[in-house]
């Protein structure tokens, strides 16, 4: 499954167009020619990140009724992005006559019936008036069906430019992550000559602190010894950062896996950024070696690009 940006841009036109009525020449006004109808719908999607699904409908006032259906298509396929659909509906019917069709003209009927049952000094329809109605309905009819198959247009080419960005941002990903990997095994080594030499430095002060003192007149030597070997223990332990290097090798193993495997993985990578920088604090709070200071810096540098890409992930 691919990895989706919540960046990304769409738009589809689609039209249909209405069949002219089946009417002989004769019949038709000279300056009335029968020709087509066309519908066109234009739909543009924009999206950009956000940290839920956040969508914002701009439609023409005769397609209103469409807004849950058009909510529904798009919440269907995306879970995050802040989404703007607008969406354009334009009628080209210079001298078209309409199609009636049985059911229109039935409830025509039955409306004019009503209505000269309650006035019966309203005079009858025209033929024109009822082209007109029947062509305003067949309108609305056809631009809710052209509407929202452009819709579906739109959102499956919203999902492959937002597939399209997501990859570029794995490719982005997976660098940093490699060139951590590699600041990791760079601090490896230097871990253990690190701690041994502070820890000679800190026998030596040691030492130093007790003969200022006195203490070595007053204690035996053998004890002091082991006191002293003990503190550098302890001080050791404090200052080793092996275990932040390994959960730091692990959290990126987990990321590498987490973009593989794609889906919608956006908040899971955020959490494991953080815990990155966490790791990588530690390691310049423990670093007692300039070589170790500087790795802890770059890596912070390479984990907030991660976030500021990590952000841009649905």
């Known amino acids: 499954m691919p990895v989706y940006s919540m960046t990304g841009y769409a738009s589809a036109t689609t039209g249909a167009a209405e069949a002219p009525l089946s009417t002989a020449a004769s019949d038709l006004p000279a300056t009335r020619p029968a020709t087509s109808t066309r519908t ?41 992005g802040k989404i703007e659909l607008r969406l354009n509906a334009q009628t080209s019917s210079d001298t078209a006559w309409p ?28 033929v024109n008036e009822v082209l007109n109605w029947c062509k305003a309905g067949a309108v609305t009819d056809r631009l809710d069906e052209v509407a929202l198959d452009a819709t579906r247009q739109a959102v499956s080419g919203l999902q492959e430019a937002r597939a399209r960005e997501g990859q570029r941002l794995v490719d982005v990903l997976m660098d940093r992550v490699g060139r951590l990997r590699e600041l990791a095994a760079r601090a490896e080594p230097l871990v253990p000559a690190t701690v041994q030499r502070q820890q000679q430095k800190f026998l030596e002060r040691w030492q130093d ?8 007149q007053t204690v035996s030597r053998d004890a002091l010894q082991e006191r002293a070997l003990n503190e550098a223990a302890a001080f050791a332990i404090r200052i080793d ?8 090798r692990s959290h990126l193993d987990e ?27 530690t390691l310049g709070s423990k670093a007692s070696s300039l070589e170790l200071t500087n790795i802890s810096l770059d890596m912070k540098v390479l984990i907030e690009q991660l976030r500021e890409q990590v952000q841009n992930i649905e």
Do not use: C, Y
């Open 40 to 80: 066109s719908v234009t739909v543009e999607l924009r999206s950009v990140n956000a940290r839920f699904l956040d969508l914002n409908l701009r439609l023409p006032d005769e397609l209103r009724a469409l807004e849950p259906s058009l909510r529904e298509l798009v919440t269907a396929s995306f879970r995050r």
């Open 99 to 126: 199609q009636p069709q049985t059911d229109q003209l039935n409830r025509l009927s039955h409306l004019q019936s009503t209505i000269r049952g309650w006035l019966p000094t309203a005079r009858e329809l025209s």
């Open 209 to 216: 602190a007790l003969e200022q003192t006195g203490a070595t």
């Open 241 to 248: 950062v092996a275990e932040e290097l390994a959960r730091l």
């Open 255 to 281: 990321m590498a896996r987490m973009l593989g495997v794609g889906g919608e993985v956006g908040k899971r990578l955020d959490f494991l950024i953080q815990e990155l920088l966490r790791e990588a604090n």
